[in-house]
């Protein structure tokens, strides 16, 4: 664990349950795993994925539904039906918003802008590593836009503010409190 970097893995992210400090979060995250196959296997947690839910496909084919090889399964899902069709409708929900906003004119370059004027802050401030509270703020809210509302990966901003991917789980954390606690919206940006 921690010695090679996947560009797909979202690492910081999942750590941050675990710990604030990387060595923290990855022993704990250590142990959880440990305690977990201590368990051994668990039956609520046995499955995943569309087709395998329905039975696989064998009773896909004998029932004669023709139209199931069109719907979208995932095996990475785990649940049953249900669970794996409502976490497919939410995936394509989000997409289908990422589209509609990108369409209508929202880019990070929007998002830029308007953290600038609601901070009173300059472009460069928001990429600059300073930790004076407004632009530390000011990113944070950056980071929660870019990767909530426009659905950029956290690793992609990592990478263009020069944080590191944990960095940016707790700016996104810090830009949605800021969001909510002063009612800054989103869908507001473009006019």
């Not at 839910?53 to 023709?66: A, D, E, M, V």
């Not at 990070?108 to 901070?119: A, D, G, S, Y």
């Not at 830009?175 to 473009?190: D, M, P, S, Y």
Request: charged share 30%.
């Amino acid at each position: 664990m921690g010695k090679r970097e996947f560009e797909w893995q979202e690492t910081g992210y999942v750590l941050s349950y675990f710990g604030k400090r990387v060595s923290n979060a990855r022993n704990s995250y250590y142990e959880y795993v440990k305690e977990g196959i201590r368990q051994g296997r668990r039956p609520e947690l046995v499955g995943g994925g569309l087709i395998r839910s329905l039975g696989g496909w064998s009773p896909i084919k004998k029932s004669g539904l023709k139209s199931i090889g069109r719907v979208k399964g995932d095996d990475r899902i785990l649940g049953d039906s249900e669970f794996v069709l409502r976490m497919l409708k939410e995936a394509e929900e989000r997409f289908d918003r990422y589209y509609e906003l990108k369409q209508l004119g929202y880019s990070l370059q929007t998002i830029e802008e308007r953290v600038c004027k609601v901070f009173d802050v300059s472009q460069g401030d928001i990429y600059s590593k300073n930790r004076e509270k407004v632009k530390a703020e000011a990113r944070g809210l950056f980071c929660y836009w870019a990767v909530r509302e426009l659905g950029y990966s956290m690793l992609e901003i990592a990478g263009l503010l020069g944080m590191s991917q944990p960095g940016v789980v707790y700016a996104v954390r810090r830009g949605e409190h800021i969001a909510q606690e002063r009612g800054i919206k989103f869908t507001h940006l473009v006019n």
